[in-house]
């Protein structure tokens, strides 16, 4: 059963598209109020992560407010490490943490690879579930956090101004820091690997915190381990080329080096243009982004006229998916995100065919 | 009466020097037991910074330790608005805040250029008293935080995570934003001449936040305001060239537009390679940078061999002045910044002359 758009998947393999496509991160979230009702009735955030259920019914609620061309899985980037035992937990407004932070080597050494299909089973069946709800109308992405910004909170034990406890490891002993991400690599190979299995048509590795390093540093210990995943990763199933999509925030300064990886497409954040990103890329990959999600603060004369502007730079042809450059704000009013949508269906088309 | 130590200011100029000069980003500050006995007598931070007596004291603590080329006048980025009348303060644990942010249009509107030697005049007798403890030692760095970063904390009231307030009037109402930065940048003009009359050597811009723009934002309200300021500063004074360093954190992927502005100097962050932003810049400006601040955490080999690979980098002949990539973190040993600056000392010989 073929899909009825498949707009997204082609533009990431830089085939012609009638139009650029366009999808959101954290597209189902705390800025929809139907988002904040599913979430109340599941208690907190891992509950409603672990609820195929509940998780279905938060990915598919964007796409029922907006003509979005892809549906991104409910979960977090941090359901690997939780799998390995470091025990996830949400504090308000302090974003993600784990109970039992690595810092001792024993600790690192005893670290093994989750069986996705037994510790993360959960995600498995919210994705067979949200393919089923989905019904082929648009293709589902799967998507993990890098080895590195895995390592980030796992040492740390949340988020940090400075990264100071991972980054000593990195200078200190990156044996150590190397052991732990080439755990977290193969984890997440196995881990997007079983998402293809259960139905993803595409994947995404969300590097948080590569931009971090500096370039040496993120070379040996972000896209090295990046490389490995991609490397691992199944790349035809059911018969469709499952596409790969890297997103390093921070990481414009290192396009071209993410770009020889061999992803189909680099995530770009706002801070770059993303006009100089594909003269520096060429046609090796198709290009995600980037619109400031500030943007979408202002009015929609002002946001469909930024739209416009990065259409316009990003020019003709082929190899461009419409995104923000960071998660869209919990304070967003849906309708600008509604404009943001119809803005990129709109105005791309002079760009296409 | 000439400088015992001018190699900063040679560097700066790009004129050959015997090795490579070190100073550190926030020097003076809570890594060293002796600044927080100078800051408990004082009382709050910005007591320390209105005493032109302890000003003096904390400004020449960190050269009582280390061999530094440097000296930077202590004082804070946020003087000039809170000479506006915004109500500067500092909140434990919270970086500084405003108490009346900027958010109406009749306060913005009502915002006028303070007098550097009225309502700032504290800061130029702590600059004159300096000048004298120094005793022609070591050249003195004045500084200002940039018009764009002032307006970040104007109108948000504090630091941000994603600066949403002053970014949805860049996009929603530009011209009251533009009013603010052109009032900022005579403000800032005015403020570092007044500074170099009263006898700093050289001036830093500190963009903190430029680096949260896109590159079209940037350029337009960030860098376009530190450029009518490089423009407007004196050049020279009692007989001498005034370099002038502009550091925008985050701004790695626009050197060349920042190299164009006509600065003496652009201020790195670790996160690019200091070779590749040579090769980048050519000849036209010094660079200044870029130890990762977290290497300070490592062990005193590893600081050296981390120093080494940022020489290395930069490679032979004149126009680097060494640095930390950001401010040095409160949590540092001081022994380890010794180990730092001995290292640049000792290893950047072979690279000159």
Request: with cysteine; hydrophobic share 40%; charged share 20%.
């Amino acid at each position: 059963m073929p899909l009825k758009n498949d707009t997204f998947l082609r533009a990431l393999l830089r085939q012609p598209t009638e139009y650029t496509p366009v999808w959101m991160m954290r597209q189902a979230g705390r800025y929809l109020p139907e988002y904040n009702r599913t979430r109340a009735r599941a208690g907190d955030f891992m509950d409603l992560c672990t609820n195929p259920d509940l998780a279905t019914e938060a990915t598919l609620q964007p796409l029922a407010r907006f003509p979005l061309d892809a549906a991104i899985l409910f979960s977090d980037i941090l359901t690997i490490p939780d799998a390995m035992g470091l025990g996830l937990y949400f504090s308000t407004g302090e974003g993600p943490k784990f109970e039992r932070p690595l810092r001792k080597e024993c600790d690192i050494r005893a670290l093994t690879v989750p069986d996705p299909n037994i510790e993360l089973r959960y995600v498995m069946d919210a994705v067979s579930q949200i393919r089923k709800s989905l019904n082929n109308s648009v293709p589902l992405i799967g998507f993990s956090g890098s080895p590195f910004t895995l390592a980030c909170y796992m040492v740390e034990g949340g988020s940090s101004p400075d990264f100071s406890l991972v980054k000593t490891m990195l200078y200190q002993r990156p044996d150590l820091l190397h052991h732990i991400l080439d755990i977290n690599a193969r984890a997440v190979t196995a881990y997007l690997n079983a998402q293809i299995e259960a139905g993803v048509q595409a994947v995404m590795i969300f590097d948080s915190w590569g931009g971090a390093l500096s370039e040496a540093a993120y070379g040996e210990f972000s896209l090295a381990y990046m490389q490995q995943i991609i490397n691992g990763l199944i790349r035809m199933h059911d018969g469709a080329t499952i596409p790969s999509i890297v997103y390093t925030k921070g990481g414009g300064l290192w396009l071209e080096n993410i770009a020889a990886m061999g992803c189909d497409a680099i995530g770009l954040d706002w801070t770059i243009d993303i006009g100089k990103a594909r003269c520096r890329v060429g046609d090796k990959v198709t290009l995600q982004g980037n619109l400031d999600p500030v943007v979408l603060f202002s009015d929609t004369d002002t946001i469909r006229a930024e739209v416009g502007k990065v259409l316009h730079s990003y020019g003709k042809g082929n190899g461009h998916v419409f995104n923000l450059g960071h998660g869209i704000s919990q304070f967003t009013d849906p309708d600008k995100a509604a404009a943001m949508v119809a803005a990129v269906h709109e105005l791309s088309r002079p760009y296409h065919g």
